[in-house]
């Protein structure tokens, strides 16, 4: 799990990736994300509609930290020259990969012929990739899910279409859009997916820790393993998905760790957009610890991070050394004047 692998000419550092998340993956998620072992990160899925327009809360997304390095963003659309410019743009902003989002079964994205209903038509789905391949000079992948509905295996006719246009790796998560969340991912797809393609492939789905991982590896051949709901709010899975090694941290471990992240939010997007979004972390962080409930009802209903804050420290003070540990470290950063203080949208689709 911590052997590199390549997307054309991008080393990725460990066979732990995580997921482009609608809502999540802003930049302090996938900060903390390459802190605790993901080999490479991926921004939640960018309009490229909104990049064209010049929408100011769409190009909130580009801003990226020098510690994100490899990052991929994820873009989505449904024109070709539209997608071609995005991805030119995310590159100019730093990005090392640009991935193509065919899976997002969410109905607002795929009743523009963007997302999952890609799936549908593998002539515009070929059209969309090749103009971002001709568009950038960095690797291009693309997310898909199996099909748009239960059953399919159109994932398993494009993957090699994708690839013979120059799509540098794939990722599939076999569920159908149309599943949504419900089921279970059924990696015997993925396998077939290897078989059929040179580019490398990563298995997406149910992957919750290193036993998991390892096993749809070994199973599969992909060359990693994404991680999505299964990092939200547990860090410390991407650690153990890495070395094997099991974790439980203390209380203390999981406040200050969420402190640490609540304080990167709100230098990235601000105070006011920080309460909202933080919300649904809370009730991820907290689950499973001694009197969550009772301390969840208390974060969600603060009228300010600070004060959010105060009732985590007051409830775990024994986490007060360890926040203190890294507030120094994150200051140690090597930020630039746009890294931080940023003023990001949340979603562009109503994620959070």
């Not at 989002?101 to 515009?124: M, Q």
């Not at 748009?148 to 690839?163: F, Q, Y």
């Not at 979004?277 to 809370?282: D, P």
């Amino acid at each position: 799990m911590t052997t590199s692998w390549w997307i054309g000419g991008v080393e990725i550092p460990t066979r732990i990736v995580l997921a482009p998340m609608a809502g999540v993956s802003v930049q302090a998620f996938r900060r903390q994300g390459r802190r605790f072992g993901a080999g490479l990160v991926c921004s939640e899925m960018v309009s490229a509609c909104g990049l064209s327009y010049g929408n100011e809360r769409t190009l909130g997304y580009l801003r990226i930290a020098r510690d994100e390095h490899p990052l991929a963003v994820q873009i989505f659309g449904s024109q070709p020259e539209l997608l071609a410019e995005a991805a030119q743009m995310v590159v100019d902003a730093g990005a090392d990969i640009v991935d193509i989002n065919f899976g997002c079964p969410v109905r607002k994205v795929t009743k523009t012929g963007a997302g999952a209903s890609a799936l549908e038509d593998h002539d515009l789905a070929c059209r969309l990739a090749g103009a971002v391949v001709e568009a950038v000079d960095v690797p291009v992948t693309v997310k898909m899910r199996r099909g748009v509905r239960n059953g399919s295996r159109t994932a398993l006719d494009l993957g090699p279409k994708l690839e013979a246009i120059g799509v540098a790796a794939l990722t599939l998560h076999p569920r159908s859009a149309q599943q949504m969340y419900t089921g279970f991912a059924d990696h015997s797809l993925t396998a077939e997916l290897v078989s059929r393609v040179a580019v490398p492939v990563m298995a997406s789905g149910d992957i919750v820790d290193h036993s998991v991982a390892t096993r749809v590896l070994a199973d599969t051949g992909a060359a990693a393993v994404m991680i999505g709901r299964g990092a939200q709010g547990r860090p410390w899975a991407l650690r153990e998905m890495a070395h094997g090694r099991r974790h439980e941290p203390q209380r203390a471990e999981v406040v200050a760790e969420l402190v640490r992240f609540m304080r990167e939010v709100v230098r990235e997007m601000g105070e006011e957009r920080a309460v909202g979004f933080l919300r649904k972390f809370y009730g991820w962080y907290l689950r499973g610890l001694e009197g969550a409930k009772e301390l969840r009802v208390l974060l969600t209903g603060a009228p300010s991070v600070e004060l959010a804050e105060a009732c985590l420290l007051d409830a775990c003070p024994e986490a007060l050394p360890l926040v203190a540990a890294a507030e120094a470290e994150t200051d140690a950063l090597p930020d630039t004047a746009t890294d931080r203080l940023l003023d990001l949208p949340i979603s562009v689709y109503g994620g959070g």
